[in-house]
């Protein structure tokens, strides 16, 4: 069998094949891509042979997986399927597992990362202090005794609400599936979105999630209320967030992730809207993390090659 690493994985490539030799010993080929493409071309070159793909989020789209005509089954290094063709892979029969839980700690660390930076002016801050400014204009927030609220209660967004009690919050949560978990009283999206001081976005993109966050739902926020995004871009309709915000409707915005990976075009609405934190979508990455990932990766593979196959996307 034929295991193609078909992008890097974060980790150095040294460390990464001794991961994948320690791991999988010789029951594979492993053949390491140290590039990326997003060429369609290309990645079906790549993978044209491969029984086993290893890939992080390159765009592995129908055209991508017919072309890899040996494939059997895709180790997707991401928590998301949404940039795998799902229903060509069900259709020719190819097993996708997903890497959950590499990235709880790092996502739920950002959240708060961006948010006091958000809360407590850090970025204008660092400014003032670096040009001989003072605190004036500049007195920020705390999180104690805020209202906390979490869209999506699985590993990560459970992991936010443990912090957000540490940090004295009153913690909030909407989910399909409710769970009974000490400090978090469970209510509806939109009471949620009206009574929240902040409300943190955990879900997985789906046909359900997609334009979640609308401008309905925007304009049920309270003016002081702040949103955050570290889920999936889609989730949010970034026009209307970015709306509210110029028009000060709400309070401020984190976000971590766009409709589209970065790097983003210039006029993106959320680039230019007023009291927002933006990252380039680097949530999960952590040194700590990437290397958790690229051992589930393998150990992935593992367990398809022993015939019990995990984390298998359906």
């Known amino acids: 069998m034929k295991l193609v690493i078909i992008e890097p994985l974060g980790v150095d490539e040294t460390k990464l094949m001794d991961m994948a030799k320690e791991a999988l010993g010789d029951r594979v080929e492993i053949v390491y891509y140290p590039t990326r493409t997003t060429d369609t071309a290309e990645l079906i070159e790549r993978g044209k042979d491969a029984d086993i793909i290893a890939v992080s989020n390159l765009p592995m789209n129908s055209e991508v997986i017919e072309g890899c005509r040996q494939l059997k089954m895709l180790s997707v290094a991401f928590t998301g399927v949404d940039h795998i063709a799902m229903d060509t892979c069900r259709k020719n029969g190819i097993t996708v597992c997903n890497c959950a839980g590499y990235s709880t700690a790092a996502v739920a660390d950002l959240v708060f990362g961006m948010l006091i930076t958000l809360y407590r002016n850090l970025m204008p801050c660092d400014q003032a202090a670096r040009n001989g400014g003072t605190k004036d204009g500049l007195i920020g927030f705390e999180l104690e005794g805020k209202k906390f609220g979490i869209v999506g209660t699985g590993a990560i967004g459970l992991r936010t609400a443990a912090i957000a009690n540490a940090f004295g919050c009153e913690v909030y949560a909407y989910s399909r599936t409710k769970k009974t978990v000490p400090g978090v009283t469970y209510v509806s999206l939109d009471d949620l979105m009206a009574s929240c001081d902040i409300i943190s976005l955990h879900v997985p993109m789906t046909a359900e999630t997609a334009g979640l966050i ?15 995004n570290t889920a999936r871009g889609g989730i949010v309709d970034s026009g209307a967030l970015a709306a509210a915000l110029n028009e000060e409707r709400i309070a401020g915005a984190c976000i971590d992730v766009f409709e589209n990976e970065p790097p983003l075009a210039e006029d993106h609405p959320l680039l230019t809207a007023k009291h927002t934190v933006v990252a380039p979508h680097i949530g999960f990455a952590t040194k700590e993390a990437l290397v958790k990932r690229a051992v589930i990766v393998f150990d992935n593979i593992v367990k398809y090659l022993d015939g019990q196959p995990q984390n298998v996307m359906k």
């Open 214 to 228: 609308d401008a309905d739902k925007i304009a049920l926020m309270k003016k002081n209320a702040v949103l955050i």
